[in-house]
Every structure is written in C-alpha cells, then in structure tokens.
C-alpha cells in the first residue's frame, strides 16, 4: 500500500476505510513481529543449544534426548525475547510507513495520533495474550518437565558412565574410564579414582569389568585387577590384587540434582490461593512467591508498553532527510530504562513481599510514557489559530 493509493482511497474517513487502514498496519505489524521473533528465538535458542550439546551428549545421552531438552527450553526462551519483538516490529512499521510517507497522507486526512494508534493497542494486546499464555501455563510446565528429566538424565549411571576412550566425571573426586566397550558388554582397560575421602584416595584398575543392575543401584564387577589406597596423613600407598571385585558405583553420581520443587513449577493458581505454602515447599523466602506471582501479570503489560512506545515515539519527529533515527535512538533508551526499573526492583520485593506493586512500576511507566509521546505528537500537530493582523 502506497501513499498514492492512500490518498486514492482513503481520503474519505468512512469506518469501512478506518477499518481497512487497520487492518493493514496491524497485519504488517503481525508480520514483522514474526520475523523478528523468529530471528531473536533463534540467536538465543542456537546459543543455549549449544551449551545442551556439550552437556548432554558429553554425558553420553542421544540426540533425542537433546532434541527433548531443547525443545523445553523454548518457552522461556520465547518469553525472553517477546517484547524485543513487539518493540522491533513497531518501530520498524512506523519507520517505513513515515519514510514512505503513508503517515504523512493519513495525518493529513485528519488521522490523529491517538487513532492511528488504535491497531498498534490491538497488536500490543494480541502480544500480551502470547506472553500471558506462557507465564501462566507454558513456561511453568516447562519448567518442571526440565527439571523432572535433569533428574532422570542424572540418574541415569549407564548413559553417564558408558562413553569409551574418554575420561568421565560424574562427580567431583570421581575420574572414570573405558577403553573400550565390546559388543558383549565387557569394559575393557577400566581406571577409577575416587578422591572424594579427604583423608584417602582410592584408584581401581582392572582388565575387564561388567556393569551390573541391583534394584535401584549399580555395580561395578571388576575382574583381574589392582586396588591402590593412598592415606594423605601417612603418605602411604597399600595395593591389592584381585581376580574380581564388587564396587557399588551409585554413589559415584552427583545427586545432588534432587526433585526439588521451585517456585517457577507453581500454577499460578497455585501462587495466589497460597503464596507462603509454594515458598515453603520450595524452600525460598516468601518474597520470591510475590515476585513469581506478580511478574506473570507485569511482563504482558511491558509487552504492551513497548509496542506503543516503539510505535509512539516514532510520531514525535517531523519529516526530515535523514530519516527518524533521533526518535528511534529514545525509544530504545526508554526501553532499556524500563528493562533496568525492572530488574531494580526485583530484590527488595523478594526481600519485603509487602512491595509487590513494585513489579508494576515498570510497565505502568512504560504506558505513561507512550501517552505522553502521544499526546505531545497530538499538540505538535494541531493547527495553530492564525494571529489577528494588527490593525493601523
């Protein structure tokens, strides 16, 4: 849509021709916000992938279960990135819409700023169902089937210790190694340190060893091997030989990976019917329940903030060579100081729950601030009353 065809066929303010205009900025505004978070989603789910791949697959899961982990981790990651992209794709709609000057004609035909921004309301709306949707339900869920499958993974002694011709650390103090694992399930050539006694270090060596399942734990059946104990306060090494050896190898496992509830895992319903009991079930402090809580209802409205002041502050400059990059650079800044409000006030409502209308103050600043840009692009361009001519 060009300026030529909005001057053709816009110019008479009809609601068939109001309701035309809105659809169009509000679909290109869906557009780019899709582009925008599709880019952003994946900057940052390349990134934590990354970091799942040398975890997992280091502890010798399979792909699927990294697929699986990556793909609970996108929730949060979209949660992230939601209104950086509701901000992007306001700011670049109503950049090209003024370069274009497709604004300027729709000023010009009695437009103000107050109703041109009615389909960017609706769009930072339909934002904030998304970003409601995953605080109260998606996220939380993801979250807890994470943790759920982090403990399974950690679990997991087999996964974990079968991994030939590399030197494993399941636990601090713990060293363990293969050579090389038959197609029988024989281990050959196995070393384990196990360093976790301050007082004694323990070093099994064997030629073949078996791993062998007891009820919920694990062993490790060593066959033709040596045994080496070195006492730190005598400094003193005894060895043994033998033909086979026992060795419970579930303690090897840092478990200290509990199924430990976190006040993320709460419903919100959960959160607002009885706060101290998730904070004591997770066992935080009452003020990091409150911040839970009300941060699912704040980060909407901050999606709603930054689209109107990304849209907003755009309207304030006037038409200039050089484009609008002035109004672009303080929307960002007004951003970036609604990001750091928030994070400001995230300690002393954890510290004090009684200040939970804190996590408000952001977003409520973020709407403030995108009224007044708008009212000041209103008053900007109403038209002045002409001076009486003075009279001789």
């Not at 402090?285 to 109107?308: I, K, M, T, V, Y």
Request: neutral net charge; hydrophobic residues 50%.
């Amino acid at each position: 849509m060009s300026a030529q065809y909005l001057v053709a066929h816009m110019v008479p303010r009809g609601s068939a021709d109001l309701a035309r205009f809105d659809r169009y900025l509000l679909s290109q505004l869906m557009v780019l916000f899709g582009f925008f978070a599709l880019v952003l989603v994946s900057i940052y789910w390349i990134n934590r992938a990354v970091k799942l791949f040398d975890t997992l697959i280091g502890d010798g899961q399979t792909a699927w279960v990294f697929a699986e982990f990556t793909a609970l981790t996108l929730p949060g990651v979209i949660r992230l990135v939601l209104p950086v992209a509701g901000f992007a794709a306001a700011v670049y709609v109503t950049n090209r819409l003024s370069s274009e000057s497709e604004l300027t004609v729709m000023q010009a035909t009695g437009f103000s700023p107050w109703r041109l921004a009615r389909p960017v309301l609706v769009f930072g709306l339909i934002v904030a169902g998304m970003m409601s949707v995953l605080t109260h339900a998606l996220v939380p869920m993801s979250l807890s089937q994470l943790k759920e499958r982090e403990i399974e993974i950690s679990r997991n002694i087999t996964a974990r210790l079968l991994t030939e011709g590399t030197f494993l650390h399941p636990s601090e103090g713990v060293t363990f190694y293969i050579r090389e694992i038959t197609p029988e399930g024989a281990l050959r050539d196995v070393f384990l340190s196990d360093r976790r006694s301050p007082g004694e270090s323990l070093t099994y060596t064997a030629q073949e060893a078996y791993l062998v399942r007891d009820g919920d734990s694990a062993k490790l059946v060593m066959i033709d091997g040596l045994s080496q104990s070195h006492s730190h306060a005598t400094e003193r090494l005894f060895t043994t030989h033998f033909e086979d050896f026992s060795y419970d190898i579930s303690a090897l496992i840092d478990d200290r990976q509990t199924a430990r509830f976190e006040v993320g895992h709460a419903t919100t319903l959960e959160l607002i019917r009885d706060p101290a009991a998730v904070a004591a079930r997770a066992g935080a402090q009452l003020g990091l329940s409150a911040d839970e809580l009300h941060n699912r209802f704040a980060q909407p409205l901050l999606c709603l903030a930054a689209a109107l002041i990304g849209f907003a502050a755009l309207l304030t400059g006037t038409f200039s060579r050089f484009g609008v990059w002035r109004q672009i650079t303080g929307a960002i800044f007004l951003l970036v100081m609604l990001k750091l409000i928030e994070g400001l006030v995230t300690e002393p409502v954890r510290a004090n729950p009684k200040l939970w209308p804190l996590i408000y103050a952001a977003p409520l600043l973020g709407l403030g601030a995108a009224a007044g840009l708008l009212g000041f692009a209103a008053r900007s361009r109403a038209p002045r009353r002409a001076r009486p001519e003075a009279t001789a």
